[in-house]
């Protein structure tokens, strides 16, 4: 319609003829859809990391920890007791039908030497079937299996980050011979890279070797057979409920805990952890959130500033539309469509400053950033709506004046 | 459209007052008037006079509050805004002293504006505006913006903006007064022009009395009542650019 683009010529025609007063409304605007768009890919890429980290724990995976929690969360986490065994982890393998694999492990902290090269890093003694139910293919070698763990053999699989430590740049670390506590180790694998995890441990600086090497010739724990975590695999994500329910309904019953007890243990599914890391998450990204829309606020304030001196600046003009036939209602729509312009231009510019500045945050600061379109859509939509409504004022303003009064302003 | 003899304008009685905190301002009182098609009338006085609110009544920026104002035998005198916006988008173009015109826009799209908001298409607005631009002598600086424009330039924009919508009514409010003695008479002839060859009922409120000697009526208005009201021969101005 000729009127719609007329009111868009005039209000781009009026944003154009105050250059640097148009640029700085619109600064509060682009500043602020800027904001709310870096701080939702910043939420999103925390999002998406945690979901990758609790991914590489392994899929449709349960864990049992020793240590009672109350409904409110943990209350001693991991190895606070030794109240699992080997004993409990064979038991359940055996007697959960919703479990489909088992493992379990027991670690400790040690200082390992290859040649000139030491460093300090968590040994893990863990049951063969460990690499299969943590998804965690060797890259190089081969895991240990039944045999090494019968025979309490002095092998070792190597995380990542400890063949980075401890050998040199090409240098082949299997076969190699490394001390861990002063006891020679044969390296037969090293395990593919799997980056960190939820709480920000690395995963891959570890080493693993067969459990009953860790607790008779390194770890040397005075009670032989517990364990600091059991793994329970299922099928398919459907059944983690039904086996997490298995599994605490055998553990109190081997552990004689009476129904009204608190048991001590833990069974935990990567979907509540996965959980407990997103609601954490999520409270962050509100405030953050809550904080960038503020601004957005605030630039509309200065819109709506801005528009009342141009209302007063071109009262004649608005007497004179007045005059030539223009109904109040297209007064209305020239300033709120001003507004909007003012709002949707800063959006416009605050969205692709956002996106760069997400880029470069990641590119500099190496936090993970995802730009999600919704949230780019949704603050101009944002921006937009806050045009409107800090417009209306002035617009209304604009539109209420008495055309006679208007054409003698001065 | 109406009966011949029928005045375009016609005032019953009209009556204006103002509220000036407690007391009452009566800027006019109990006014007739009849204004016939193709008249050209001065309406003189001094300030406080009136003549200001009997244009603004006439040109349906305001509404009496006693009285009857018929407009080409329609009753105008309680319209509501939208419908007072119609009437004068249709009905009524306005001049004004300070020439109004709207900065940084040309020439022909200042002359556009009352088309706009009348509903007209683009090519016929172009067109139209073109045509009222030639009418003024402007055809030529159709284009320019009202700051390249002397100041009897833009007045002539404002007089070809008054009458692109066709109207039946031209009112000017003091139209010279912002000009010097050799300009205004050239606006004046273009009223005459405008009135004698195209027959428009022109308007137009003024305290000079050689400016009112151009027309044929001289109407003077004193505390809101009309003093007298004298049709004469008007003068012929001369000296209008071509």
């Known amino acids: ?63 049992v920890f020793p240590g009672a929690t109350t409904r409110g969360g943990v209350r001693s986490g991991w190895g606070g007791a030794s109240t699992l065994t080997v004993a409990d982890a064979e038991a359940i393998a055996a007697e959960c039908p919703a ?92 395990l593919e890279k799997k980056g960190q995890n939820t709480w920000g441990q690395d995963q891959d600086d570890t080493i693993l070797i067969p459990f009953s090497t860790a607790e008779r010739r390194v770890l040397g724990t005075e009670i032989l057979g517990t364990v600091d975590v059991i793994f329970g695999k299922t099928e398919r994500p459907d059944d983690l409920a039904q086996a997490s329910s298995q599994i605490e309904a055998l553990l109190r019953q081997r552990h004689r805990t009476a129904p009204a007890e608190d048991a001590d243990f833990t069974v935990r599914s990567l979907d509540d952890m996965a959980r407990m890391s997103q609601s954490a998450n999520d409270i962050m990204s509100m405030l953050l959130l809550a904080v960038a829309s503020i601004s957005l606020l605030v630039g509309g304030i200065g819109i709506m500033n801005i528009l009342l001196v141009s209302v007063t600046e071109r009262t004649r003009e608005i007497g004179l539309r007045m005059a030539v036939g223009a109904r109040r209602r297209h007064i209305l729509a020239q300033f709120l469509v001003e507004s909007v312009a003012i709002s949707l231009v800063g959006g416009l510019a605050g969205a692709a400053l956002g996106i760069g500045v997400s880029i470069a945050i990641s590119a500099l600061a190496g936090w993970p950033t995802v730009i999600a379109p919704e949230a780019v859509l949704g603050a101009l939509l944002f921006a937009a709506a806050v045009g409107i409504f800090f417009g209306f004022y002035p617009a209304r303003r604009a539109a209420g004046l008495d055309p006679i009064a208007a054409l003698r302003f001065e | ?97 300070s020439f109004n015109l709207i900065p940084r826009t040309s020439a022909r799209e200042n002359v556009e504006l009352p088309l706009v908001y009348g509903g007209v298409s683009a090519a016929e607005q172009r067109e139209r505006a073109e045509t009222a631009l030639r009418e003024v002598g402007l055809a030529d600086r159709a284009e320019h913006l009202p700051s390249q424009l002397s100041g009897g330039q833009q007045q002539r924009v404002a007089i070809a903006r008054a009458i692109v919508g066709r109207p039946s009514l031209l009112l000017a409010d003091e139209p010279t007064g912002n000009l010097d003695s050799r300009t205004s008479v050239e606006i004046i002839a273009l009223f005459q022009r405008l009135n004698r060859e195209r027959g428009m009922t022109v308007l137009l409120v003024t305290h000079e009395s050689d400016v009112a000697g151009f027309t044929s009526r001289v109407i003077t208005m004193r505390d809101g009542r009309i003093l007298s009201d004298v049709r004469q021969t008007p003068v012929a101005a001369r000296g209008e650019a071509a």
């Open chain 1, 1 to 63: 319609m000729r009127l719609a683009a007329m009111t868009l010529r005039t209000a781009l025609r009026a944003l154009r003829r105050n250059k640097l007063r148009s640029a700085l409304t619109m600064l509060g605007v682009v500043i602020g859809v800027a904001a709310v768009i870096v701080m939702v890919s910043i939420g999103q890429g925390a999002t998406s990391a945690v979901e990758r980290q609790i991914r590489s724990l392994g899929t449709n995976l349960l864990m």
């Open chain 2, 1 to 97: 459209m109406s009966a011949a003899g029928e005045p375009l304008i016609e005032l019953r009685g009209v009556s204006r007052t103002f509220q000036a905190g407690e007391s009452e301002v009566r800027a006019l009182e109990d006014v007739d008037l009849d204004v016939q098609r193709g008249e050209f009338t001065a309406i003189m006085g001094s300030s406080g006079s009136g003549k200001s609110t009997l244009l603004h009544l006439l040109g349906c920026l305001d509404r009496p509050t006693r009285g009857v104002y018929r407009l080409a035998g329609r009753d105008v005198s309680r319209l509501s805004e939208d419908e007072r916006a119609a009437v004068r988008s249709r009905e009524i173009g306005f001049v004004f002293q």
């Open chain 1, 99 to 190: 479990v489909s694999k088992v493992a379990w492990i027991k670690r400790s902290v040690a200082q390992v030497v290859n040649g000139e090269l030491n460093w300090s890093t968590g040994i893990q003694g863990s049951s063969p079937s460990y690499a299969e139910v943590r998804e965690w293919p060797v890259a190089h070698g081969s895991f240990f299996g039944e045999r090494e763990e019968a025979s309490a053999a002095r092998v070792a699989v190597l995380g990542h980050t400890v063949v980075d430590k401890l050998f040199g740049v090409g240098e082949d670390p299997l076969g190699a011979v490394i001390r861990i506590k002063d006891v020679p180790f044969r390296v037969v694998g090293v």
